[in-house]
């Protein structure tokens, strides 16, 4: 019983040695952390101004500058449109012909019944 006890005195004796004041070669703690900085101020809101007045459509032309102007604006639909249809449409129409072959790229339904078995 008495080598218990001696063991325990020990230990205890070198549990207290060991949880001491700290060695002088251990580092101290360092500074603690600076404040945060403090939140900026609030931005102030910018003005707008308000949205331009809508401004009233122009009259219609009269008579007279419809007829000056009839001539120009055929020219015009004729240049887009002739353009468009007579160089551009048959070079996509042959393109697609091309791609989907004459028949085009849809298949034919099936003739009616043909799901039920009748013909």
Sequence with gaps: MENRRIGAIAL??????????????AAEPGPPYPP??????????????P?????????????AMRV????FYAAGLVLRY???YVLVAPFEVFGRALDYGF???VERPPPRGYDRGDR
């Design 12 to 25: 205890l004796a070198m549990l207290l040695a060991t949880s001491g004041p700290m060695p002088a070669g």
């Design 103 to 105: 028949q085009g790229g």
């Design 51 to 63: 949205p331009p007045r809508a401004v009233a459509p122009p009259p219609p032309l009269s008579p």
């Design 68 to 71: 000056l102007y009839a001539p």
């Design 82 to 84: 002739g353009v468009y």
């Design 36 to 49: 945060p900085p403090p939140y900026p101020p609030p931005r102030a809101r910018a003005y707008r101004p």
